[in-house]
């Protein structure tokens, strides 16, 4: 079978170009016409709270600084969550909202509750 396909197509040059053209002009056609989705972005919305406090070991920049700022940020409406990192030299807090949350009014809210 797949001889006379060969045989058939070697005799029949025009008509092969002829739905090779037709089955590119197809195809450029459906890549001109699919909506373009664009990918959603799954992540939570969360922000970040970044305090340096140089030359201080970790316990000091944790018991002055993280522990104050995770207790203030526990009362941030709609967080979810609020995690707290102390290194040396640094802290970080983590406010991770609900979904559905806007990210400009959980900035907001943070730099609301920061300056309290």
Same mark, same amino acid.
């Given at each position: 079978m797949l001889d006379r396909l060969i045989e058939w197509s070697a005799r029949n040059v025009f008509l092969v170009l002829l739905a090779t053209l037709a089955v590119v002009a197809g195809g450029i056609y459906a890549v001109k016409k699919t909506p373009l989705d664009a990918l959603p972005d799954l992540s939570d919305v969360q922000v970040i709270v970044f305090t340096p406090y140089a030359g201080q070991a970790p316990k000091v920049v944790e018991d002055?600084?993280?522990?104050?700022?995770?207790? &203030?940020?526990? &009362?941030?409406?709609? &967080?979810?969550?609020?995690?707290?990192?102390?290194?040396?030299? &640094?802290?970080?807090?983590?406010?991770?909202?609900?979904?559905?949350?806007?990210?400009?009014?959980?900035?907001?809210?943070?730099?609301?509750?920061?300056?309290?």
């Open positions: 002055q600084v993280t522990y104050p700022l995770t207790t &203030a940020m526990l &009362a941030v409406p709609k &967080a979810k969550v609020v995690r707290g990192f102390s290194m040396f030299g &640094a802290s970080y807090v983590y406010v991770i909202f609900e979904d559905g949350t806007d990210i400009y009014w959980a900035r907001s809210r943070v730099l609301e509750y920061l300056s309290s």
